[in-house]
């Protein structure tokens, strides 16, 4: 079992991708699928970004056994307001600043749902908690 954890500071775009990096760099030491590893590297990243320009700062958890990778991402307020409405393509809350920085285009959410085996998203003015399961047994259908 491989568990470690991440700060993730909000508005940070030059530590923005951190964890990511480091989960991959962690994925490349194991024998894992190579598509695999790139959903993952890829959901992580999504999320990283998101936890940055939309909170007020969290962390990231990232476990790994025989059968499976969970990555969680906590962060503190102000929430998703309308998840249904996050989870549309496109769709973003993200600032000017945000946008200038590269980031903020509305596809993350979707990017995420459509690559991980498990997506589980809850949120409220508190924070947001997502939940993203990957299967190292494969079963993952490319056209789902």
Known sequence: MV???????????????RASS????TLKN????RNLMKRVCS???????????????G???????????ILNFIDDGPGIKDIELAMTEG???ATELDHSNGFGAGMGLPNIKRIADVM????????????????????????Q
């Open 59 to 69: 962390f990231a958890t990232f476990q790994m056994d025989e059968t499976k990778i």
């Open 43 to 57: 959901a992580s990243y999504e999320a990283e970004i998101n936890v940055v320009i939309h909170s007020f700062g």
């Open 91 to 93: 769709y973003s809350t």
């Open 30 to 33: 194991t024998n894992i699928d």
């Open 120 to 143: 589980d998203l809850r949120s409220d003015h508190y924070g947001t908690h997502l939940k993203i399961i990957f299967y190292l047994g494969g079963g993952f259908n490319e056209g």
């Open 3 to 17: 568990a470690k954890e991440y700060q993730i500071i909000a508005k940070n775009y030059e530590l923005a991708g």
């Open 22 to 25: 480091d989960i991959k760099k």
